[in-house]
């Protein structure tokens, strides 16, 4: 149980496009969905936590315009990184928790997102 | 926000040997878990531990949450407790330590 799903797990775009990544909680409904970005070789850094039905709540130093966050539905929930620019480029990892809260989340297996 | 450090950065062993790695807080967190990123950047849940200790396998974990840090014991390592290994705690966030890469060779 407990499996979260990432679509695309790979990502090739041009420079000014806008691209779609989603998460989705397969068996159990998520109340709350995290996402990270992480560079290689390098930690998890927050960039957004969003509860179902709210607006997302961003981390400092994060554009909420640039990265847009859509936490529709209890088991799906979408980061929309829009005019991608090459230092885009990172691996995204989303997570879901049953809870209002870290406690015990469920990580997606990534996106890799390569901006030309 | 809060610091997590992990040590050691790095490490290498022999199949078979037992390690510990360690997870330092510069302040109290509520929650706690250890993860293990496979070198396909899937992250999989070890231990939810805000406090004492638990077993799982080879594995097991202890939290000492009044001198924030958490250990993780790894034992009879094999190739595949190769990738990296993060801790992370916070309240209504995560934060994540620096990681652990640990290599197994057989």
Redesign the interface.
């Given at each position: 149980g407990a499996v979260v799903s990432q679509h695309p797990s790979r990502v090739i775009c041009k420079s000014g496009t806008s691209v779609k990544i989603e998460c989705r909680s397969l068996d159990f409904q998520a109340t709350t969905m995290f996402w990270y970005r992480q560079f290689p070789k390098k930690s998890l850094m927050l960039m957004a936590t969003s509860n179902e039905g709210s607006k997302a709540t961003y981390e400092q130093g994060v554009e909420k315009d640039k990265f847009l966050i859509n936490h529709a539905s209890l088991t799906l929930s979408t980061l929309t990184v829009t005019s991608a620019h090459p230092e885009d480029s990172s691996f995204y990892i989303c997570s879901a928790s049953p809870w209002r809260g870290p406690e015990t989340q469920y990580f997606g297996p990534g996106t890799r997102l390569l901006v030309l | 926000g809060i610091q997590v450090e992990q040590s050691p950065p790095d490490l290498i062993l022999q199949e078979g040997a037992n390690s510990t790695l360690r997870c330092n807080f510069s302040d109290s967190v509520n929650?706690l878990?250890w993860?293990h990123q496979n070198p396909?950047?899937?992250?999989?849940?070890l231990f939810?531990i805000?406090s004492g200790t638990k077993q799982n396998g080879r594995l097991s974990a202890t939290t000492v949450a009044t001198e924030r840090y958490s250990l993780l014991y790894i034992s009879s390592s094999q190739t595949t407790d190769s990738g990296v290994y993060?801790c992370?705690g916070?309240g209504?966030?995560?934060?994540?330590?620096?990681?652990t890469?640990l290599t197994v060779i057989p």
């Open positions: - | 929650n878990q993860f396909w950047g899937q992250l999989i849940n939810y805000p993060f992370a916070g209504n966030q995560f934060y994540f330590g620096t990681g890469s």
